[in-house]
T-cell receptor
Framework: GAGVSQTPSNKVTEKGKYVELRCDPISGHTALYWYRQSLGQGPEFLIYFQGTGAADDSGLPNDRFFAVRPEGSVSTLKIQRTERGDSAVYLC???????????FGPGTRLTVL | QKEVEQNSGPLSVPEGAIASLNCTYSDRGSQSFFWYRQYSGKSPELIMSIYSNGDKEDGRFTAQLNKASQYVSLLIRDSQPSDSATYLCAVILAGNMLTFGGGTRLMVKP
């Protein structure tokens, strides 16, 4: 079956602009996670959804970052007033109701100029 | 002290040898442990999960967990050049999110 998909694969924007990153989880997966990975480091947790609600948003770095999952499937990560330090690969993962194993999408590489 | 620690490497092994990758974690209450492989420019790919003390084998891969010593390791037998990648150890410390180590870069030389 289809894996986790993310769009766009690459996003280049200018400092101060607004961006949206999209994640479509594996069908039937109720849990969805966003992580951010900087070069040479492991992924860092941002936010976790169980169904439509954000169960844990403790990893969001500041209030410029926001994420939604209105129908319990597709999620959008929104970043306002982007800064050069936001440049990273944004990874989405999902897991089924029966396991805590997370499967990752291909990621979105965000570059803020 | 980081919550999940790995030697960054690179770890260089000859083709056909056993590669041994190690990871330590800080929370004694952790119950779920994962190894992911990440090729350059790609996203993490699950290799194995392990939940109980001891060994778990899957093909050429063996994960080992010792909760008393708070370490988890991954052995790769008969290493191949295609195994060259960064290996990420991940632990569920609290809640449901994964906490990753920084990764160990493995190089398998023909």
């Amino acid at each position: 079956g289809a894996g986790v998909s993310q769009t766009p694969s690459n996003k280049v924007t200018e400092k101060g602009k607004y961006v949206e990153l999209r994640c479509d989880p594996i069908s039937g997966h109720t849990a969805l996670y966003w992580y951010r990975q900087s070069l040479g480091q492991g992924p860092e947790f941002l936010i976790y959804f169980q169904g439509t609600g954000a169960a844990d948003d403790s990893g969001l770095p500041n209030d410029r970052f926001f994420a939604v999952r209105p129908e319990g499937s597709v999620s959008t990560l929104k970043i306002q007033r982007t800064e050069r330090g936001d440049s990273a690969v944004y990874l989405c993962a999902s897991s089924s109701p029966y396991t805590d194993t997370q499967y990752f999408g291909p990621g979105t590489r965000l570059t803020v100029l | 002290q980081k919550e999940v620690e790995q030697n960054s490497g690179p770890l260089s092994v000859p083709e056909g040898a056993i590669a041994s990758l190690n990871c330590t974690y800080s929370d004694r209450g952790s119950q779920s442990f994962f190894w992911y492989r990440q090729y350059s420019g790609k996203s993490p790919e699950l290799i194995m999960s392990i939940y109980s003390n001891g060994d778990k084998e899957d093909g050429r891969f063996t994960a080992q967990l010792n909760k008393a010593s708070q370490y988890v390791s991954l052995l790769i037998r008969d290493s191949q050049p295609s195994d060259s990648a960064t290996y990420l150890c991940a632990v569920i410390l609290a809640g449901n999110m994964l906490t990753f180590g920084g990764g160990t870069r493995l190089m398998v030389k023909p």
